[in-house]
């Protein structure tokens, strides 16, 4: 009986973490577009261009979470220049009429950051 109970726990605690990791690069990246073209109203040529932006963002953010050769204040230090190089690129991709609400969903988007 003791084993069945904690077999059944030690199932239950391998799917709660296994639920509570974040998700994919491409599935976050989807996700960033996805707010950017309700806030933007992009074009498809735009949503197409600013995904593979996103998601090179995302999978190289991702690789420099995975490394663990680097402190954490550098990781910090390259992940804001990571997303300052992906929110450049993303500007160059929008129009004139754009790029004023693009600059506010960032202000946004690093005010939210700080409240974490």
Known sequence: MKKLILTGLSLLFALTLTFAQEGTPEQKAKTTVETLKERLSLTDAQQTAIYDIVLEHKKA???????TTITPDVAKEQAKSLK????????????EEQKPLFTKWVEERDAKKEEK
């Not at 953010?61 to 490394?67: C, E, I, N, T, V």
């Not at 300052?84 to 129009?95: F, G, M, N, Y």
Request: no cysteine; aromatic share 6%.
């Open 84 to 95: 300052a190089t992906a929110d450049a690129k993303i500007a160059e991709q929008l129009t």
């Open 61 to 67: 953010k991702w690789a420099l979470k995975s490394d």
